[in-house]
């Protein structure tokens, strides 16, 4: 005789399909239940020994067993096998996952954009401070042209409240006497009489 054997046919979270061969004719039923429970539910009678289990937990393993029918020799289970549903998968881990990756790339891109902008703005400070004006000062006497900081103020003296003196650099004008002595051509009035 051929032995009887089953065969997984489907198997997911909750659902649990199988096939016997090898099982002589009549109709068949199959009992089952979770290994560790004494709950044992039966399905419906069928002539073709395929039977599909639905409304089952997930990850558990189950006692199924097939039973034949007749009405001479009663109720006579067959064979007995064990099977175990799938279980569920758990999202958990990818979600965390995705949230960590989006942070860290938003912490990169913050980190990417302070660093911009602190260049730019040494850059600019560079720029002002290449670009900032010299104080000038034209001495009349000998025609020079000196640069001088003397008259910036500091961030001290500004919260002291004081005010550099700012030189003078310029010289007198000369007088009209003073040109007079050097020009011959320029009479001054102690010799108007002379003239004419």
């Known amino acids: 005789t051929v032995p009887i ?29 979770v290994i560790g429970s004494s709950d044992v539910q039966a399905s419906s009678l069928k002539r073709d020994p395929v039977f599909t289990l639905d409304g089952l937990q ?11 029918i007749s009405p001479d020799r009663g109720n006579n289970a067959l064979q007995c096998t064990t099977v175990s549903t799938a279980k569920e998968s758990s999202n958990t881990g990818v979600i965390i996952g995705a949230v960590l990756g989006l942070l860290i790339a938003l912490l ?13 703005r040494k850059k600019q400070q560079a720029n002002g401070s290449a670009n ?3 104080p000038v000062h034209f001495s ?8 001088d900081g003397a008259n910036r103020v500091t961030k001290d003296d500004k919260k002291k409240g004081r005010s550099r003196q700012v030189p003078n650099h310029y010289t007198a004008e000369p007088s009209y006497t003073d040109m007079a002595d050097d020009n ?7 010799d108007d009489s002379k003239l004419g």
């Open 5 to 33: 054997q089953s065969q997984q046919v489907n198997v997911t979270t909750n659902s649990i399909t199988l096939q016997w061969s090898g099982v002589p004719d009549g109709q068949y039923m199959v009992r089952f239940n």
């Open 58 to 68: 997930a990850g558990r393993v189950y006692n199924i067993c097939l039973v034949a």
């Open 108 to 120: 990169l891109l913050v980190c990417i954009l302070v660093f911009c902008c602190c260049i730019r």
């Open 132 to 134: 900032s004006e010299v």
């Open 140 to 147: 009349a006497a000998n025609g020079e042209i000196k640069h």
């Open 184 to 190: 011959p051509l320029i009479g001054n009035g102690k």
